[in-house]
């Protein structure tokens, strides 16, 4: 199946401080990628869409400035914590649709960043 | 209200045994339903996906059933083994006109294989 790749895996940020991370299609090209947060045994909460070359759709709730996408390119996206507090500590997973082939309904989901802000 | 709900929230099986995890929906309209495996601190790695017209599916130890006119879905696990702990996801995709709708995610089954 198709690969999707995050990096950094973790990351630990001072308060205040930015944190940037990234969301890459290996074998393909997604048009559409995904940016979920999740809790300790929660599920994954939707933050934003990120559609290539135009601006990120935000879910109610999640600010815009604070959480800064961009989608640059075709097997690039990244997620910017701006001003970090120790409440954005989370698992931050991204996700990539896949428009070929037999991939069209399937979303590919990176292995998750581990973020703790002290 | 469009919501996944997942039983049990966890499970503790003996290696070898064979278990069966269930999923409820009300999303509509219905586009499809995927189960995902997702290990601790990794991302959920795609099991199953089943639009409606399926009513089951299978990979290697993992057969997957859906009703949908009950709205609901289950994941059996056959002769399970230690590497099977892991917390597994039934999520719902929703129809959205002619593009992919957005997906609702249920809270997971945390599963435990004991030796």
């Known amino acids: 199946g198709a690969v999707v790749s995050q990096h950094p895996s973790r990351v630990i940020c001072k308060s205040g401080t930015s944190v940037k991370i990234e969301c890459r299609s290996l074998d393909f090209q997604a048009t559409t990628m995904f940016w979920y947060r999740q809790f300790p045994k929660q599920s994954l909460m939707l933050m934003a869409t990120?559609?290539?070359?135009?601006?990120?759709?935000?879910e109610q709730g999640v600010e815009k400035d604070k959480f800064l996408i961009n989608h640059a390119s075709l097997t690039l996206s990244t997620l910017t914590v701006t001003s970090a507090h120790p409440e954005d500590s989370s698992f931050y997973i991204c996700?990539?649709?896949?428009?070929?082939?037999?991939?069209?309904?399937?979303?590919?989901f990176g292995p998750g960043t581990r973020l703790t802000v002290t | 209200k469009n919501q996944v709900e997942q039983s049990p929230q966890s499970l503790i099986i003996l290696e070898g045994k064979n278990c069966t995890l269930q999923c409820n929906y009300t999303v509509s309209p219905f586009s499809n339903l995927r189960w995902y495996k997702q290990d601790t601190g990794r991302g959920p790695v795609s099991l199953t996906i089943?639009?409606?017209?399926?009513n089951t599916k299978s990979n290697g130890r993992y057969t997957a059933t859906l009703d949908a006119d009950t709205k609901q879905s289950s994941l059996h696990i056959t002769a399970s083994q230690l590497s099977d702990s892991a917390s597994y996801i039934c999520v719902v995709s929703a129809k959205r006109g002619s593009t992919l709708g957005r997906l609702y995610f249920g809270r997971g089954t945390q599963l435990t294989v004991w030796p």
């Open positions: 990120s559609n290539e070359g135009s601006k990120a759709t935000y």
């Open positions: 089943m639009t409606f017209s399926e």
């Open positions: 996700s990539a649709r896949d428009p070929s082939g037999t991939g069209a309904y399937e979303q590919y």
